[in-house]
């Protein structure tokens, strides 16, 4: 995706104080092509997963994708740096997939799931503590391919609101005030989400390791 001319306009502005993209984003600034291209290739990956909870195909979350990069090349002069890079461009992201119209909207009330005891996650929203054999077989398992086609599966099978929220947390690191930007959720259904989505992901995995809690 190559992209030439970067506006003259977006070196007003300062790089967002701790934000782990400030050095890239203070050379596309700049005008530098190749730091643009690095932004891409550090996120593309993130956005073309999040993309895949809205729309139906591998083909639409990449034009999605394409999409959100171009409105981030439009619209950088005016990101301020009140939150990160990455929170900013998930924002875009999740607003262009909803905008398809391909995938129906998340109903977060409605979200069908099994009720959680709140006593398997701390206060932060985490498990308490991991699934039977995980410390021992975790990694074991993974690097014999055999955990992970289960935990795709499994992910693939959440709820769409439920997905988005555990991709963001689990998978791309995002925190619960992100997150909560992110899909313009309250705090009290990002929690719900999570606990159901982290629940079943659960169940997926001890299921595979051959035993429940």
Request: aromatic share 6%; net charge neutral; glycine share 8%.
């Amino acid at each position: 995706m190559a992209v030439r001319g970067l506006p003259a306009p977006w070196r007003r502005l300062p790089a967002p104080a701790g934000d782990p993209d400030a050095a890239l984003l203070a050379r596309v600034r700049a005008g530098e092509e190749a730091a643009f291209m690095e932004l891409v290739r550090r996120h593309e990956a993130a956005l073309l997963r999040l993309a895949r909870s809205y729309v139906p195909s591998a083909a639409v979350a990449e034009e999605v994708a394409q999409e959100t990069w171009l409105a981030v090349l439009r619209g950088l002069d005016g990101f301020a740096g009140r939150s990160s890079f990455k929170t900013w461009l998930f924002q875009i992201l999740v607003n262009r997939a909803r905008t398809t119209g391909v995938r129906e909207r998340r109903s977060v009330a409605v979200d069908a799931g099994p009720s959680v005891d709140p006593g398997r996650f701390d206060s932060g929203g985490a498990w308490s503590a991991p699934p039977r054999h995980w410390v021992e077989e975790i990694e074991e398992r993974l690097s014999a391919g055999a955990l992970a086609p289960a935990i795709d599966a499994a992910l693939a099978g959440l709820p769409p609101s439920q997905r988005e929220v555990v991709l963001l947390r689990d998978v791309d690191g995002l925190s619960a005030p992100e997150v909560c930007q992110v899909l313009e959720l309250s705090d009290a259904n990002q929690r719900v989400l999570l606990h159901r989505g982290r629940t079943r992901l659960r169940e997926a995995i001890e299921g595979e390791l051959g035993g429940g809690i």
